[in-house]
T-cell receptor
Framework: EPEVTQTPSHQVTQMGQEVILRCVPI?????FYWYRQILGQKVEFLVS????????KSEIFDDQFSVERPDGSNFTLKIRSTKLEDSAMYFC?????????????FGSGTQLSVL | AQKITQTQPGMFVQEKEAVTLDCTYD???????LFWYKQPSSGEMIFLIY??????QNATEGRYSLNFQKARKSANLVISASQLGDSAMYFC???????????FGKGTRLHILP
């Protein structure tokens, strides 16, 4: 069964450093998302991406964050200057379409630890 | 204001019993969709079931059913004949008609006891 792939599974970085989290969505999916989850708690929406541009973003997704689809398969989340509070599990997700009932398929996540 | 409310932070249920996980939602959009996801200790997010706001019947998927009460704005997940493997975090989520994103509640941690 096709799946969303995220790398790395765990990333440790120093505060102030840039990190790039990578995702390969399911190949025929058109909508891409990043979510984060702090300490196994609430899953928070960051950004959605469709047709090579951001379609929605949350208040969390400030100027320190950016997303990119550099080629036909990868979808990346960049944090320019990490803060301690950026430590979280980051999930990439994709869906075939953006319709009401379109379920999101999630990757296994990247655990980001900012020291 | 929270759009998805899950009032049960944790639940303990005996194996083979049925369990109901509560979810209420808040939206003024007449068109919306409701989802339940399971997150086992391994961390992945697994889709369980979907209910659309215009669906006349409650959704069912195997042992999972969604008790949709539109007037009360509730979308409770019912798991019949619970199994040890059902121990996990369960998230209720909603997409409003105009949005791409799905927003999640805070989750309920379910423990199935042998």
């Amino acid at each position: 069964e096709p799946e969303v792939t995220q790398t790395p599974s765990h990333q440790v970085t120093q505060m102030g450093q840039e990190v790039i989290l990578r995702c390969v969505p399911i190949s025929n999916h058109l909508y891409f998302y990043w979510y984060r989850q702090i300490l196994g708690q609430k899953v928070e929406f960051l950004v959605s991406f469709y047709n090579n541009e951001i379609s929605e973003k949350s208040e969390i997704f400030d100027d320190q964050f950016s997303v990119e689809r550099p080629d036909g398969s990868n979808f990346t989340l960049k944090i320019r200057s990490t803060k301690l509070e950026d430590s979280a599990m980051y999930f990439c997700a994709s869906s075939v379409g953006g319709g009401l009932g379109e379920k999101l398929f999630f990757g296994s996540g990247t655990q980001l630890s900012v020291l | 204001a929270q759009k998805i409310t899950q009032t049960q932070p944790g639940m303990f249920v005996q194996e083979k019993e049925a369990v109901t996980l509560d979810c209420t939602y808040d939206t003024s959009d007449p068109s919306y969709g409701l989802f339940w996801y399971k997150q086992p200790s391994s961390g992945e997010m697994i889709f369980l079931i979907y209910q659309g706001s215009y669906d006349q019947q409650n959704a069912t998927e195997g042992r999972y059913s969604l008790n949709f009460q539109k007037a009360r704005k509730s979308a409770n997940l019912v798991i019949s004949a619970s199994q040890l493997g059902d121990s996990a975090m369960y998230f209720c989520a909603m997409r409003e008609g105009r949005d791409d994103k799905i927003i999640f509640g805070k989750g309920t941690r379910l423990h199935i006891l042998p």
